[in-house]
């Protein structure tokens, strides 16, 4: 009787190999790339909430104190900050307090830690070296409307706090700035803006009105900063509204 030759298993071919290796890393890197995408909103949606907080804290502390935004800095001087027992101490001139909020706010609030990640925008380095908050706080409340004037600037005499209800859109008058960049500004298109009135969002630069030319010049090294950035150096201060169109 003829008995049919047994079949052998089909090999897979060198080609075959190759194609299957690739979906393989084609399916793997859209994994990691939905991973990347869900982290970056989750991170965002942390970062705003943050925003909205530091928001609320620094307009409740004015309408404790005669509706006068938040300052701990003196014009002309350096200014002596501490903290945790005098373990920390900062000597910064007066727009540096858009950094060095963090340190101060210990003096109100004694239970925080000016290294925690609510003033650090998850920024990766170890708590140890951390120092100067990454959530910047508006230099245009820290002078008068007319120092961010460029026909009414005449000098430091026009420094000093703000009153919130100078402000007259809280929707769209940035208190605190944070680039989606912190360590590298240079082609940054987006930032995170914390609002007046509590709110927070990101928005594109494009969607951000210029700040001031040259920011605090001549006078640039009080706040560290050699140019005038959206948010920070309002044009007309607190008059003045940092979103495009408004």
Partial sequence: MYAPAKSHPRAFTLVELLVCIAVIAVLV??????????????????????????????????????????YFTTPGTQTRIECCGGSVVQHVLYF?????????????????DYRDDVFFAHDPQPRDHRIFTQYWYASSFLASADFWN???????????????????????????LAFDGLDNKIGVNAARVGFVDGSAQRKKIAELRPGYPGGADPWSLTDGLSSGLP????????????????
């Fill in 96 to 112: 540096k307090a858009h950094q060095s909020w963090n340190i101060a706010l210990l003096s109100w609030y004694p239970s925080l």
């Fill in 29 to 70: 890197g859209l994994a990691f790339a939905g991973l990347r995408a869900t982290r970056s909103t989750s991170r965002l949606a942390i970062s705003l909430n943050e925003l909205r907080q530091h928001a609320t804290v620094f307009t409740s502390y004015a309408s404790d104190y005669d509706d006068i935004a938040p």
């Fill in 231 to 246: 948010v920070m150096h309002t044009v007309d201060g607190v008059r003045g509204t940092d979103v495009v169109g408004r």
């Fill in 150 to 176: 460029p026909s009414r600037r005449t000098g430091p005499e026009q420094w000093g706090p703000q009153r919130l209800s100078q402000v007259a859109n809280p929707s769209y008058k940035g208190l605190f």
